[in-house]
């Protein structure tokens, strides 16, 4: 029997102390500036904002008609005789954006095990917030929509936006107390889950079971590699995309496959046979001792990067590890194509004088620039008042107005919930136009909430800061 050639390399070492290039150590530079401001929370904001501008003046300039026909594209994918063609704006909308419904999931699944969804009593004031802010809005909006065919935007209004509204929190500056940040993240985090159930429940159209069968195929593969311990992600894409066909042919929207692998990512790592800090110190000290040598033989080398690759992939949970990994492709990516495909509202096709496009845009935008803090308020005021939860260390009653206010920033759920409420153009265009004015006036009260809410928590410390000790006199000797 052959074994395999071996190949030796010799190993040419720079000296420890010599610098480094000119170009390489520039190029280094540029990176680690361009990985910090890729984590900057309000430049995914930023980037939404501006695909979002570039979509409206796309679609509002000479070259419309382009805009419209490019994303109504055909594409065609086909493996054989078996073939499907469906248009760009169906492989952004249903497919990319199950990428993004996937993210969310994990992000479901992870406050649920560590976070404040974790503990009930943690989880009440934002739960409680999310009710209101889901309730509130979507009765104004039927109090001004109250036609049976108007009725269908209901929950429109009901979404709120993580990346936009964290985004314009973020340009706040870090003066912002950590509480309200979190409270914002978990009051949308809590809105998320309630669009999807939305979604799931009232956006559906009739189901055939049949494909339920294949959904549940799918699941059925994703479990059974879990549970044999498969930690790579590549191998879990054949059985989500099983479930993702599973679900279309059922009815049920199919980015909602998404949301089901989040929540059964694996929040925990998995079992191995020793710690993966221990492998992956082992892993190294054996590199160590090849590299002594300057003759290496290839073959030597295989078993310890592959143990020191797993190691280092076992580090983190699952659900961590994947969703750190799309979270640039979803925030830089998805997100921005979804926000270029679907904000380009033409304004002149919109008919405003119909009585109908008038009502629904209207009670889009009064149900997010209004009932959405008055909802978001009014359940967090309940639900201290009558003794469920109380105000977190940091957070006033300002905070959670300004978090109400920032609330009301829809756009990527709210636009992609019209998209399915309304299949006449008009009134789709009419309720993403009061998508994007809402979100636009509520980022804006949120700024000015915010340096209000700054310059009174500053006041206030150096008031505090100028009272001066009062020291008691000594006491006179009788």
């Known amino acids: 029997m052959v074994g395999p050639?071996?190949?030796?390399?010799?190993?040419?070492?720079?000296?420890?102390?010599?610098?480094?290039?000119?170009?390489?150590?520039?190029?280094?530079?540029?990176?680690?500036?361009?990985?910090?401001?890729?984590?900057?929370?309000?430049?995914?904001?930023?980037?939404?904002?501006?695909?979002?501008?570039?979509?409206?003046?796309?679609?509002?300039?000479?070259?419309a008609d382009s805009y419209h026909h490019f994303w109504e594209m055909p594409l065609t994918i086909g493996v054989g005789a078996y073939s499907a063609t469906r248009s760009v704006h169906f492989v952004i909308n249903e497919m990319l954006m199950t990428i993004f419904f996937l993210v969310v999931g994990m992000e479901i699944r992870r406050e649920m095990h560590e976070g404040t969804l974790a503990e009930l009593r943690a989880a009440s004031l934002p739960l409680a917030a999310a009710m209101g802010g889901v309730a509130v809005p979507a009765v104004l909006y039927l109090m001004l929509n109250a036609e049976p065919v108007l009725r269908d935007g209901w929950a429109i209004p009901t979404a709120t936006d993580i990346a936009f509204a964290v985004g314009v929190l973020a340009l706040l500056g870090k003066s912002i107390p950590a509480s309200i940040r979190i409270f914002l993240l978990a009051l949308?985090?809590?809105?998320?889950?309630?669009?999807?159930?939305?979604?799931?429940?009232?956006?559906?159209?009739?189901?055939?079971y049949s494909g339920l069968l294949i959904a549940a195929f799918g699941l059925l593969l994703v479990l059974g590699l879990q549970t044999i311990g498969i930690g790579s992600a590549l191998p879990y894409v054949i059985p989500g995309a099983i479930l993702w066909m599973g679900l279309y042919k059922t009815g049920v929207h199919p980015t909602l496959a998404g949301v089901a692998l989040g929540l059964i990512t694996p929040v925990l790592p998995l079992r191995t046979r020793e710690r993966p800090l221990d492998t992956a110190t082992r892993a190294l000290s054996e590199l160590q001792h090849s590299v002594a040598d300057n003759h290496l033989a290839s073959h030597e080398l295989q078993r310890p990067l592959k143990e020191l690759r797993t190691a280092q992939r076992e580090l983190l949970p699952p659900v961590t590890r994947v969703q750190m990994a799309l979270h640039p492709w979803v925030a830089y990516g998805v997100i921005p194509l979804f926000a270029l495909a679907n904000a380009g509202v033409n304004v002149d096709g919109i008919n405003l004088s119909s009585r109908d496009a008038l009502s629904v845009m209207l009670g889009v935008l009064v149900a997010l620039l209004t009932g959405k803090p008055i909802g978001i308020f009014?359940?967090?005021?309940?639900?201290?008042?009558?003794?469920?939860?109380?105000?977190?260390?940091?957070?006033t009653w300002r905070g959670v107005l300004l978090a109400g206010c920032l609330g009301g920033i829809g756009f990527t759920m709210s636009i992609f919930i019209a998209n399915l409420a309304f299949g006449d153009g008009g009134l789709l265009a009419a309720a993403k136009l009061g998508v994007l004015l809402a979100s636009a006036a509520a980022g804006t009260?949120?700024?000015?909430l915010g340096r209000v809410y700054l310059a009174r928590l500053k006041s206030a410390e150096m008031v505090s800061a100028d009272i001066p000790l009062q020291v008691p006199p000594p006491d006179r000797p009788s």
């Open 5 to 63: 050639p071996i190949v030796e390399l010799r190993v040419s070492r720079h000296p420890v102390d010599a610098p480094l290039p000119h170009a390489q150590r520039v190029a280094e530079r540029v990176f680690n500036a361009l990985e910090r401001f890729l984590h900057v929370e309000a430049v995914s904001g930023v980037v939404l904002l501006v695909a979002a501008g570039i979509a409206l003046l796309w679609a509002n300039s000479p070259l």
């Open 188 to 208: 949308a985090i809590i809105d998320d889950i309630a669009a999807v159930i939305i979604i799931a429940a009232f956006y559906s159209g009739g189901l055939d």
């Open 378 to 395: 009014l359940g967090s005021w309940i639900a201290v008042r009558a003794g469920w939860c109380r105000l977190p260390p940091g957070l």
């Open 445 to 448: 009260v949120g700024l000015v």
